[in-house]
Structures are given as structure tokens and as C-alpha cells.
């Protein structure tokens, strides 16, 4: 069975190196959190406009993903985070290594929050354990409510899920909670969370639910 | 250099099965394209709507492709269009394989048109040849502009796009025109096409391009 045996191989190097991110980051008193989601479903728009709900945007960094382009690491730097960007150059996903290779590039001493923000794409990155304490499916209104139904792996993966764009659901015929319904009958812990960079919608409580959650995970380290 | 020979061999052995398909295809005179695009980019509603405008809809076929779930074949059966489903079960593409599998279950004495719809996916399915004659990349508005700078190969490798869901360009201040801008700066020889399922904008201009394609390919193979 090689073919196995070989996927089984590098899932394993790849948890090893994650396990060894996750306990360097605690040990700094940093949470973190990767961002999984269709090309387009609005992550890095969620992130510009979350970032407005920060008192403090210097306690926060950013990894991006992207096949090509340093875009998006220019957008978030633009709003005064530290960002670094990641090019696969055609893979499909972020992995471990790619992580562990970028930590030096951040300001790890002065953060208590990092948020990767994974290649557009809503399976491979899945099954790559990228060292993050939670896991969010950034899922937009017009991709349609039955994404968890054909995508169940990224649900079931989650603890969070952050539906963007529903300033759009009139425009769409899409409803918000029966992709929510979708989704919860996937994975039925999932925290949801209803967004519209656009409009300001849920904004302010996704980027409580992000502040509030590092902080307890900080206390919990101290 | 294993990793590179393990690649190299199953594309190999995928592009061998391809070229049989597309042989046999062509020797019943059925032309084929492949479209490939992200979860949610509207391609089973463009099919929908774009059926419509054909007077004979007995003469195509669908072969559907998704993680899980057959509801988008259901969705083009009930427009009366034969058409099978492939569930890859967790896998990012379809493959030539999984089509040769499919042939025999389609009327293939009937048609002169075959569609493929792939996995929802801007990366993966780009390196697998299926035997299509050519290949459409569908983007949607909201998705936004820069797509074809970030998954520059999607759009390298297809001879089409489509560009859906053109009536939310209001809505999301995204301008159809940069997107195409875009696209041509990495493919200039892209024939593009800007669609609407909710309008009907588009759909007879592409539904011809099908139909007359199709036709002058019958018509070479004669």
C-alpha cells in the first residue's frame, strides 16, 4: 500500500512539526487561529474589517497563504498588523513547515493572537495541522447553503464558522440559516458567526469572540 | 527525487487515459469541455439556465463531480439532461479514470455534447486532463478581481472563462471589466463570457457557443 503509506508519512512529519508550533506559541502566550475557505468567501475582508474592533492591533500578526501574490499581506499590513506572506507557488495548501519557517519573520514576543489565513480552497488544507489552538470555515452567502453538505470534512474539522457576505442574501435567494442548519447538522459544536464586512454586521462580535478568546487562553498560560 | 516521479507517473498514467477518452469520444462525434471553478462559483446554475436555450437537450450530457452529495446531478436530470454523478469521497479533482468509468453509463450514441463539472476547486483539477476539447474556468463576481493573479494556472490552462453572477457586480464593487483585465494578462486567448443565471445575461451568447462548437466539431469529424 504505498500510496498510504506514503500520505500517512507526511501527515505525521507535518503533526510533529505542528505540535512543536503549538507548544512554542503557548509557551509565548499566543493563541491561534486558521482561517479555511473558498477562493473569494471574503477572509481577508473579514480580517481588514475585524481589525477596525481592535483596541490594539500590534498584539495581533498575520500569516497569509496564497498560490501567487503577496495581495493580501499588503492589505493587512496596510492596517498596521504585522503580516508575512507565504507563496506556494501551485500547492493547495499551508503546511506546518511553511509556518514554523515564517514565525521568525514575527514580532512573537509582542502578539498574543496569530491568524493564518489558508490557500483558497475548501478540502486540502483540511487534513494539514498547521499548529492552530481553533479552526474557522470562512463560508460567503453566494456560495449557496449546501457547501457543508458537499465539503463535510472542512465542517467537521471546525470549531468556528464565520458566514461573510450576508449583506448579499437578498441578491442570492441564499439563506443564512439554512446554510447554518446545513452546517450544524455536520458538525453540531460549531460556534457561528454572521458577518458583512460591507455593512459592519457581526463584525464587532467575531472580533470579541477573537479577543476574548486569547486573552483567556493567556490567562490560562500565565 | 521520488516525490517528482510519483507526480510525474500518475499524471502520466492520467494523460494516457485521457487521450483514449478523447479518442473515443471524438470517434462518436462528441466534443467535450471540462469546467472547473470554486465551490460555490455557480456552475451546475449556469448549466441550468444555459439548457434553456438548447432546442434538444437529449443531445448533451453531464458528468457531475463533487466530494460528496449527487445533488447537482439531480439538479441538471431534472432539466431532462442524462447525466451521472462521480463522488470523489474526500479527493480534490476528478481524474481520467473516473470518467472512462462513467462513459458507459451516459447515451453516448445520442449526444454530441459532454460537460464536466469538477470538484469545486481553483487549484487541483487543473493538473488532470479528463479528455475534454477544452476547458472553461467559471469565476463569480463575488469572488473578486484578483483571482486570476492569485491561481494564475487555472486560467493559463483553460481556452474559456465564464464569468457568472455579473448582476451582483453592484452590490460588491467589483468591476466585471478588471476581472477580465486580469484574466487576459495571464491568457490573452481566453474567450470570455459574462453571465448571469438570475438575468438570463449571457447565457444565449455562451449556449450558442456550446452549440456551435460542438457542431463544427461534428462536422471535422465527419
Excluded at 489552538?133 to 460567503?140: C, K, L, T, V, Y
Aim: net charge negative; hydrophobic share 40%.
Amino acid at each position: 500500500m504505498p500510496k498510504i503509506s506514503l500520505k500517512s508519512n507526511v501527515l505525521s512529519k507535518n503533526d510533529h512539526i505542528a505540535q512543536e508550533i503549538r507548544s512554542q506559541l503557548h509557551s509565548l502566550g499566543i493563541w491561534t487561529i486558521n482561517l479555511i475557505g473558498s477562493p473569494g468567501s471574503g477572509k481577508t475582508s473579514l480580517l481588514e474589517a475585524v481589525f477596525s474592533y481592535f483596541d490594539d492591533t500590534g498584539t495581533c500578526a498575520v500569516i497569509e497563504g496564497d498560490v501567487k501574490t503577496d495581495n493580501d499581506m499588503q492589505r493587512i499590513a496596510a492596517r498596521g498588523v504585522p503580516a508575512v506572506q507565504i507563496q506556494t507557488e501551485g500547492a493547495c495548501h499551508l503546511n506546518a513547515e511553511q509556518i514554523k519557517n515564517k514565525l521568525s519573520q514575527l514580532p512573537l514576543t509582542e502578539i498574543n493572537l496569530l491568524i493564518i489565513e489558508n490557500v483558497g480552497n475548501l478540502i486540502c488544507p483540511v487534513a494539514f495541522d498547521l499548529g492552530e489552538d481553533s479552526r474557522a470555515i470562512i463560508i460567503s452567502v453566494p456560495e449557496g447553503v449546501d457547501k457543508p453538505l458537499k465539503y463535510p470534512s472542512a465542517f467537521a474539522s471546525a470549531d468556528v464558522m464565520v458566514i461573510t457576505k450576508i449583506d448579499l442574501a437578498p441578491y442570492v435567494d441564499v439563506s443564512p440559516l439554512e446554510l447554518k442548519t446545513n452546517a450544524l447538522s455536520i458538525n453540531p459544536g460549531l460556534e457561528v458567526f454572521c458577518t458583512s464586512a460591507k455593512t459592519g454586521i457581526g463584525l464587532e462580535k467575531f472580533a470579541n469572540f477573537l479577543l476574548h478568546t486569547r486573552k483567556k487562553s493567556t490567562q490560562q498560560n500565565e
